[in-house]
């Protein structure tokens, strides 16, 4: 495969919710946008017009649904792989919460948080979700389009992109993502690249 006939990937990371700004971990809570993150969606859609995808996916999140049908795709599959990373016990905590409870954690060294809480399953460790996204790139690979697009989640999306570039999903730690915003995974010549990344505008 060369550069001039490869797929492009745009990722757009759902709108603001109220964990996304106070920084608490949503993986399986069902949160809904908040209104800025229906404007954030229609921001999105206006950046997106014009621009055809021959393959567009969500997460099954409703956030992520609500973003792409705000965005103008309502039809949009979803692609249980595109769901946020499974925090475990970490669910609904903040950084500095998991912290307390294991010193020095980041999603991108440790994986899930390892604690006991009450009602909550083992999450994904970074083997786990670098198997999983995987399966997503190969996907648009394979589909022969010319771009796709998927709106899903930070860590999700961030190693998606690790994924696509083929380095350490830890890696990911180097590149942040706000919400409602579009980056481009692409080709370099013959090499995986970014092409945009967390962009507003």
């Known amino acids: 495969m060369t550069s001039t006939d490869a797929t492009q990937l745009w ?3 759902h709108g603001a919710t109220q964990w ?3 920084g608490q971990h949503t993986s399986v809570t069902d949160l809904p946008l908040l209104t800025e993150g229906d404007e954030d969606a229609r921001r999105v859609g206006a950046r997106l017009a014009g621009t055809d995808f021959g393959l567009v996916l969500t997460s099954p999140r409703r956030r992520a649904r ?3 049908a705000g965005a ?3 039809d949009a599959e979803t692609d249980d792989d595109l769901v946020e990373w499974a925090y475990g016990p970490g669910e609904g905590l903040t950084s500095d ?3 307390k409870k294991v010193p020095g954690w980041r999603i991108w060294t440790h994986g899930a948080p390892k604690f006991e809480r009450d009602g909550y399953e083992p999450g994904e460790t970074l083997e786990h979700i670098s198997v999983r996204l995987q399966r997503v790139v190969d996907r648009v690979r394979a589909s022969g389009v010319e771009r796709a697009i998927v709106f899903a989640h930070g860590h999700s999306l961030r190693a998606l992109a690790m994924e696509w570039l ?3 999903v830890a890696m990911a730690k180097h590149f942040p ?4 915003t579009i980056s481009v995974l692409g080709y370099e010549k013959d090499n995986p690249a970014i092409v945009r990344w967390n962009a507003e505008d």
């Open 166 to 168: 083929g380095v350490e």
């Open 72 to 74: 103008g795709f309502p």
């Open 20 to 22: 996304s700004q106070s």
């Open 177 to 180: 993502l706000q919400t409602g």
């Open 66 to 68: 609500d973003t792409a």
């Open 11 to 13: 990722l757009v990371r």
């Open 97 to 99: 919460e998991i912290r």
